[in-house]
């Protein structure tokens, strides 16, 4: 007897349909065979479908069993095919009927006692469940909040298989499960650290109030023990709330990670990854064995922070390049290829010298000058050309330490001014897709950043001062724009330009 099943499998970020057909012949030996290119954890579903079939009161299937996995020229990984499989076994040999095999997608991981383990990608599989026109999805319980943000899906929890071959022959009613996002966006920004607990660098607060109103990547250069990595914790209280849209694609992206990885139905506040300096290159790109995103997809539509700069691995840093040009990384291996958003602000922060205490006043610097030549040298000309703001953030003085008065704007303040920026940017772009003034393009940049006279001469010499690049010409025009944006003014003065520049000051001294 030959059955289907309805199922999914992911690639990416996104699902793709995979047709479960089994086909029992009764006679001969007892055996399964699985076509349809399964890798070793779909292949090794036969023992756990095996156990769970027992345990769950079913009779295993005698005979020769053939199971093919459609489309069979893509391959499938993961345990999420465990329950169709069992599904499709049962309705080959007459166990089970039901309406619901043609209405719903199944998708979940076994247990050798039948009962149900949570998958990665259950929010792609729901989503591919509604574009397929699919009533519903049927999935272990512990992925129902995750997937009950889709609309027009009905998201079908179930603890067991013998729960799930009861909905689908009709003997339990099972509701759908609808999470709630009102109430998980009200729960965002509940607690942030605020921007005043950080003493002095004022100077630094403003570079990341526009650093956060355009989007803009920024370096902090500067001694230990100076509030880099505080500043840089405090960004993200600054940022716009995320839009539904914006919450939907993080959560992809997190969904299709290893299950213990995640911890929210969905990403309702920015992320803020600060990946450890000894990081590979895989775990920052992402790739691997198999597809898994890396730290730049992790930080899709919030901040990628990378402490330590210069003790990154070269290659490391090198692969970033391409997400901060283009907003995805693309990833080819032999067996796979796969594109992930990776659109994140990225926050560094690096120290001087080897020792740290170069810029330092009260301490001596150990380090010779080739001793600091080396150290810079780590990092690459093109890669620090991708930096928008580049700011100093200098040791505070012993005043500044012990004032307990509240120091410089808080964070809610800095928001504020942080949302009218780029509300103006959201109005000029008006659907042209360059959201933000750091994606601006060449097109868009040349309309909306015309610099008068004085402008342009104060332009032209910092870039023959400092020996800028072409890409960073653009980018002070960029940072320009967000300064004029930020004062709520249509047209970009010589003020805006000159402030611009500072942020470009440290290029002459890093590179």
């Known amino acids: 007897m030959l059955a289907r099943v309805q199922s999914a499998a992911v690639l990416g970020i996104d699902a793709f349909t995979v047709a479960i057909e089994v086909d029992n012949s009764a006679g001969g030996m007892n055996k399964i065979t699985m076509v349809g290119l399964p890798d070793a954890a779909v292949k090794e579903s036969e023992d756990r479908v095996r156990s769970a079939l027992r345990n769950s009161g079913f009779r295993y299937p005698r005979g020769y069993n053939v199971i093919n996995l459609a489309p069979a020229d893509i391959r499938k990984e993961g345990s999420a095919l465990d329950l169709p499989i069992a599904l499709g076994l049962l309705a080959a040999t007459a166990q089970l009927e039901g309406a619901a095999f043609n209405n719903y997608a199944f998708v979940g991981e076994l247990a050798l006692d039948g009962s149900l383990r949570p ?65 998980l966006f009200q729960t965002a920004h509940l607690r942030v650290p605020d921007f005043d607990e950080v003493k002095g660098q004022g100077h630094v607060k403003r570079a990341l109030m526009v650093a956060a109103a355009g989007a803009h990547n920024i370096l902090m250069v500067g001694p230990p023990g100076t509030g880099k990595t505080m500043l840089a914790s405090r960004l993200p209280g600054i940022l716009p709330p995320m839009s539904f849209d914006e919450s939907l694609e993080t959560t992809r992206i997190f969904s ?56 990154f691995n070269r290659a490391a840093l090198e692969v970033l390049r391409q997400p901060l040009e283009d907003g995805q990384v693309h990833i080819r291996r032999a067996n796979y290829s796969v594109t992930y958003p990776s659109r994140f602000m990225l926050v560094v922060a690096m120290n001087p010298c080897p020792c740290g205490c170069r810029t330092d006043p009260r301490r001596d610097c150990r380090c010779s000058y080739g001793d600091v030549q080396r150290y810079m040298g780590r990092l690459s000309g093109p890669l620090l050309d991708r930096i928008d703001i580049h700011v100093d953030v200098p040791a505070l003085s012993f005043d500044e330490l012990t004032d307990t008065r509240s120091s410089g704007p808080s964070t809610q303040e800095v928001r504020d001014q942080v949302l009218a920026a780029r509300e103006r940017q959201h109005a000029r772009a008006n659907g042209s897709g360059a959201r933000y003034n750091a994606h601006l393009d060449t097109k868009t940049l040349r309309r909306y950043c015309v610099l008068n006279d004085a402008s342009k001469s104060l332009l032209e010499t910092a870039l023959n001062t400092l020996g800028l690049s072409a890409r960073a010409y653009d980018k002070i025009l960029r940072i320009a724009r967000t300064l004029a944006d930020l004062e709520g003014l249509e047209d970009i003065t010589e003020m805006h330009v000159a402030e611009a520049v500072q942020y470009r000051s440290l290029d002459k001294t890093v590179m």
């Open 119 to 183: 998958v990665a990608g259950a929010l792609a599989m729901a989503i591919n469940a509604r574009n397929q026109g699919l009533q519903g999805i049927v999935l272990p319980a512990m992925n129902a909040d995750e997937a009950g943000v889709v609309q027009g899906c009905d998201v079908i929890p179930v603890q067991s298989l013998e729960q799930a071959a009861a909905f689908v022959a009709g003997d339990e009613v099972i509701p759908p499960h609808r999470t709630e996002v009102d109430e």
């Open 256 to 311: 299709v990670c290893p299950v213990e990885q995640r911890k929210d139905s969905l990403i309702v506040t920015r992320p803020f990854r600060s990946p450890h300096h000894t990081s590979t290159t895989v775990s920052i790109a992402g790739g691997g064995q198999q597809a898994h995103p890396g730290e730049v997809s992790l930080a899709h539509n919030g901040i990628l922070f990378l402490d330590e700069l210069p003790e």
